[in-house]
């Protein structure tokens, strides 16, 4: 709601609360409030808007603890703390509306009106009693400190637009209390204008400011004052609420009767709390009502009769209603209660029930008691087993539930051996157990399931599971079993790199073996001093390759890795020959130059010409230098064998003619 005038209409039971009145009372029934001035309320607690400036002389201050003389402030709640302590702690307003607003008041230092309300005279029937009322708290605490401080003393001035007094009251001063919740209501009757004209409240503040005169203000309301009306069920004054259940067929005539108008009109309503109030009945007109309701829903269904003046026809606000009949439908107990309940042998066995206000138990046995929570042995055996049913009564509405009791022996499980598996595989594990109907695996990592006697184990590395196995009888009995899943590690063979070496020398292999539970060796064995080992040696003559093989005793596969062994050959250079054509050394031989293709073989002088050159040897040279004979002496060569970076070879060759 907005703050400020709040044409509000409810219903208030009769005189449901503390009203302090002058003598003038209302012989007859109140009706709903015409005008109800809450003050509106926030989306969230704390501090409202400004009043319309129409409504007081004060001035508007925004503060959580309030202002100070001559100010004002819409409010949710008052913290502790405020004024030093002085003021109360109020937690919500009189409305209790959710973050609903009052006016907290700290009054000016002189007498004066701080709170004018107008009505507009259509508002009001005219010539009508009206209750005048407002709730209104001291909000000064009653402290040794606050002794002698003024109090808040209220005058309302009813008045029409022109001046003319129709009621005064006064509330006397309102005195502090210890209790942080004490709102108080005051007011007075009076007669509204017969020429239906606007009327004026105003609220006069006796006493004066300075230290103390602090109060707050809420639900301004104007109720109209009419005849007294009486309702029943089949008869005037038999008004308590009725009680049926759901699916209940309704069948009930409502009575009334009015005393004081002289030609009163009717109207039935009713309000079944859904959201949408009180509507009138189409064509219920009369003293009495017929409330005919098949197969009924659940909830609560109200009524209550309108009474008007004839002469006020067609203005709703003059109607005074009855209090309200209240047909309640109430739903079956929403019963609480286990499908299967176990016991365990030897132990006490109870049954637990709940939703209900009463209990009717039957079972095996003869057992039989109305306890919600009975217990049908203290020593439970498997003859206690059976189906127990209840009869649960709440509201007077029956409802049947039943659960299966089953008597369980204590729950054991046999020890689990060490297991293994390989890298990336699988093992199903089995559980032995007695008696046992629940299963948890702990870690569940690496599982299928972790609730099951049997599940799929994956796990990625070595494991210790724990199995507690239990029932649904002895919850405090849980054995458990435990084991270790070694998770063996796959064959893995490294031969090592590539190995060069001479002919005629010996070199040893690198291999390496990972891997649990794994035996190797190497194949071929040839020129091999131990194939057994991951380092054995080889005197191999030529190139050859080996192959390393590492193998799973557990069955988790093998692995293999090649190493090839590069023999390069050793060159044999004559270094003497005499090309003279006599058939005999007539060339110069290098032995093993064809295993080089890409040798670069050069010849020089000793004074380093270059006299031969040449990329592989596949014919050997005969001495000559661009065709003509080179004389007798000796020549200096270099061989690059152009491979794998070996090292050149140098000479001397000699030349005999």
Known sequence: MRPGLSFVIFFITLFAFTLKLNAQTCTGSLGTPVINETFGAGTTSGI??????????LQYFADACGGEDGQYTLLTELKSGCKGGTWEIIGHDHTHDPNGYMMVINAAEDPSVFFTYKVKGNMLCPNTTYQFAAWIMNILRKLPQ?????????TFSIEKTDGTVLKTYNTGDIESTTDADSWIQYGTFFTSPSDGSDIVVK??????GGNGNDLALDDITFTPCGPLIQTGFGVIGNNQAQSNCQKDNLDYTLVAQQTGYTDPVYQWQQNKNDGSGWIDIPGETALTYKVKIPNAVAGEYQYRIGVLNKANIGADNCRIF???????????????LLTNTGGCVGRPLQLLASGGDTYVWTGPNNFTSTESSPVITNSSSPADDGLYQVLVTKNNCPVFASTLVTVYPTPAVDAINDMEICEGGSVQLAVSSKNATHFKWEPAEGLDHDDIPNPVASPLKTTKYAVTVSNDGCADVQPVASFTL??????????????KMFEGQTAKLAGTAAGDKVTFHWTPTDYLDDPASLTPTTSSPSDITYTLHVESTAGCGQST????IRVYKLLTIVNTFSPNGDGVNDYWYIKNIENYPNANISVF???????????????????NYKGAALPTGTYYYIIDLKDDNLPKQSGWVFIVR
């Open 48 to 57: 409202g808007p400004p009043l319309d400036p129409s409504f007081t002389t």
């Open 146 to 154: 606050t002794d002698g401080y003024s109090k808040p003393n209220i």
């Open 203 to 208: 609220m006069i503040n006796n006493g004066s």
């Open 322 to 336: 009855s209090d309200p009949l209240t047909i309640n439908v109430f739903p079956p107990p929403d019963v609480k």
């Open 486 to 499: 070694t998770v063996l590690s796959k064959p893995v063979a490294n031969a090592g790199k590539t190995i």
């Open 561 to 564: 890795s090649t190493v090839f």
């Open 605 to 623: 002088t000793r004074y380093g010409q270059k006299i031969y050159q040449n990329i592989g040897y596949s014919k050997p040279w005969d001495g």
